[in-house]
C-alpha cells in the first residue's frame, strides 16, 4: 500500500538530547496525524495537526503541520529512556462525511542511550 | 478512561485453522478500522465500518477475511483456512465522525493489537 517518506528510519541518542524527525508526501493531507508505538502494543496517539502552518506541542513534543502540506516534523526535546519506541506519522486526506484514509509512514525507531 | 478493546492480545494458530479476533471500540465512537501490522511496518488498511455497515475494503482483505459490525458496536475478524502470511499484528482502531454532514477531523484511536502467528 500507499507509505510515506519517514526519516529517520532509526536513531541512537544519548539521554536528555533533543531529537527530530520527519515525514514527507507526494499527496498533499488535510490532517497529519503522530502516533507513538512500543513493543507488542497498538500505537498511541501523542499529536494531531489539522491545519497548514499548525504548530502544536504536547509536554516534551512539539510537530508542526508543513505549510505545503506535503510534510510535517516532530520534535522531541530532552529525550529521557522511556521515549524509546518506533514513532509513526501517518496522513489523511479531507472530504465531507466520507473515509477519510489514513496513511502510516513506515516508522522512525528511536533507542535512548542512558 | 475506557479506549479500545482487542482480543485476544495472542493467537497461536495451525495452518489451515480458523481464528477469530474482537474488537470493542471507544463507546461513543461510530466508526470502526481493522489494519494489519507486520514487522517494520507501518500499519495497513483493511477495512471500515460506520456503525454496522461496511464501506470500504482493501484488495489487502482477500476473500478468506471477513469482518463484522452487526450492532454497530464490537467487531469481529475471522481468518479462515489461515496461511503462514497471514502472521502479523492485526489492529483496531475506532473514530467518531459526524454523519450530519460537513467537515470533520475523524481522528483514529488504536486498541492494542492481536499478535497473530501461524505455524
Known amino acids: 500500500g500507499q507509505q510515506l517518506n519517514q526519516s529517520p528510519q532509526s536513531m541512537f541518542i544519548q539521554e536528555g538530547e533533543d531529537v527530530s524527525m520527519n515525514c514527507t508526501s507526494s499527496s498533499i493531507f488535510n490532517t497529519w496525524l503522530w502516533y507513538k508505538q512500543d513493543p507488542g502494543e497498538g500505537p498511541v496517539l501523542l499529536i494531531a495537526?489539522?491545519?497548514?502552518?499548525e504548530l502544536t506541542s504536547n509536554g516534551r513534543l512539539t510537530a508542526q503541520f508543513g505549510i505545503t502540506r506535503k510534510d510535517s516534523f516532530l520534535n522531541i526535546s530532552a529525550s529521557i529512556p522511556s521515549d524509546v519506541g518506533i514513532y509513526f506519522c501517518a496522513g489523511q486526506p479531507r472530504r465531507a462525511g466520507g473515509y477519510q484514509k489514513v496513511t502510516f509512514g513506515i516508522g522512525t525507531k528511536l533507542q535512548v542511550i542512558p | 478512561d475506557t479506549g479500545v478493546s482487542q482480543n485476544p492480545r495472542h493467537k497461536i494458530t495451525k495452518r489451515g485453522q480458523n481464528v477469530t479476533f474482537r474488537c470493542d471500540p471507544i463507546s461513543e465512537h461510530n466508526r470502526l478500522y481493522w489494519y494489519r501490522q507486520t514487522l517494520g511496518q507501518g500499519p495497513e488498511f483493511l477495512t471500515y465500518f460506520q456503525n454496522e455497515a461496511q464501506l470500504e475494503k482493501s484488495r489487502l482483505l482477500s476473500d478468506r477475511f471477513s469482518a463484522e459490525r452487526p450492532k454497530g458496536s464490537f467487531s469481529t475478524l475471522e481468518i479462515q483456512r489461515t496461511e503462514q502470511g497471514d502472521s502479523a499484528m492485526y489492529l483496531c482502531?475506532?473514530?467518531?465522525?459526524?454523519?450530519?454532514?460537513?467537515?470533520?477531523?475523524?481522528?483514529?484511536?488504536f486498541g492494542p493489537g492481536t499478535r497473530l502467528t501461524v505455524l
Open positions: 482502531a475506532s473514530s467518531y465522525m459526524s454523519t450530519s454532514g460537513g467537515w470533520g477531523t475523524d481522528t483514529q484511536y
Open positions: 495537526l489539522y491545519k497548514a502552518g
